[in-house]
């Protein structure tokens, strides 16, 4: 089955890439996140620096929903990564459960599957 380069919902994300919704934190900083062919290498879990903010709501919004509409943020994310053969995500800041910015090293101009 091919994949669509940008993934609308749920049902179009990579088992990798539902392991990384479920990972994430409200606000934290994600350090040496590896890409290999347009997918992202999770284990061992990279190492996660969280930011607690009180009084916020902790709970994952991407729990218990089997399929939903991906934010314009995490499809962008999931696309860009999905396009990248190999390389390294130095730095990913999350904000609100959603992708903010990457600092990234590798091969950009070639893509997965090309």
Not at 46 to 72: H, N, R
């Amino acid at each position: 089955m091919i994949r669509p380069r940008r993934p609308r919902t749920a049902r179009d994300l990579v088992l990798s890439e539902r392991q990384f919704l479920v990972g994430i934190r409200p606000f934290c900083r994600i350090h040496g996140i590896r890409i290999r062919n347009g997918e992202m290498i999770l284990d061992p879990w990279p190492t996660t620096i969280w930011e607690i903010k009180f009084g916020s709501q902790p709970i994952c919004p991407y729990l218990g929903d089997v399929d939903f509409e991906l934010k314009a943020q995490l499809a962008e994310f999931f696309e860009y990564t999905r396009s990248v053969k190999a390389g390294e995500i130095l730095l990913l800041r999350i904000m609100h459960y959603l992708p903010f910015s990457i600092e990234i090293a590798g091969n950009h101009t070639e893509t997965a599957g090309a």
